[in-house]
């Protein structure tokens, strides 16, 4: 937390994340000769997970794998990482994907603010779930317990949880992995989320400085 009783997480989405199953045995190394991956593989299917990471611990909270994204799934997301501690305030950095800014989720920080359904309009009508701006600008609104900042278009970069995505890319979803079915993906996966925030989670510590970049 930067503060007392406010938490602030970078969350976002992986998905087609490939169950890929080598045919044939890895050649085992020898003096001055790598270990040895066939190429060769079996496809089983593919799976996903929407994640949240705790900026101030670093520790990913309540990832959910499976192969959907769903404006369902993202508005169960939010609501499993704010039950841990539903009194405090929670603020969520992510993208402009659309399921971020759905009505779902509008409809979810309502019922948090006390305010009535009848109040939010219809959407593509009126009102708060008029359009994505009027929504965006709602959950937007600081003064909420539950408010999100969203990243400017092209730069998903400057999201925390991407360096996470890429260290669970290179250390566990690379080449070298063999998965017998998605629930061997899946579970590998939770296996490494449970080694992670046990022994290895830590704030991520930016370098940028916020100037222009010189190509």
Known sequence: MSEKGVRTYSTDEI?????KEHINPKKCMKPGQPEGI????KRHGTSGM??????ATGEIVEAMIQPT??????VAHIESVISHNPNDKHIFVLDKLNTHISEGVVRLVARKEGINETELGKKGKRGILKSVKSRAE?????????SFIYTPKHCSW???IECWFSIITRRLLNKR???KSITDLEQKIRSF???????????FQWNYKGNLLRV
């Open 15 to 19: 998905m087609g994340i490939q169950a």
């Open 38 to 41: 066939d190429p060769e593989y």
């Open 50 to 55: 929407i994640a949240s990471l705790n900026v």
């Open 69 to 74: 994204r769903t404006e369902k799934d993202f």
């Open 138 to 146: 709602f959950l937007t609104n600081c003064s909420h317990q539950i």
């Open 158 to 160: 400057l999201n925390q």
């Open 177 to 179: 992995s063999s998965f």
């Open 193 to 203: 989320i449970d080694y992670y925030n046990e022994f290895l989670k830590k704030p």
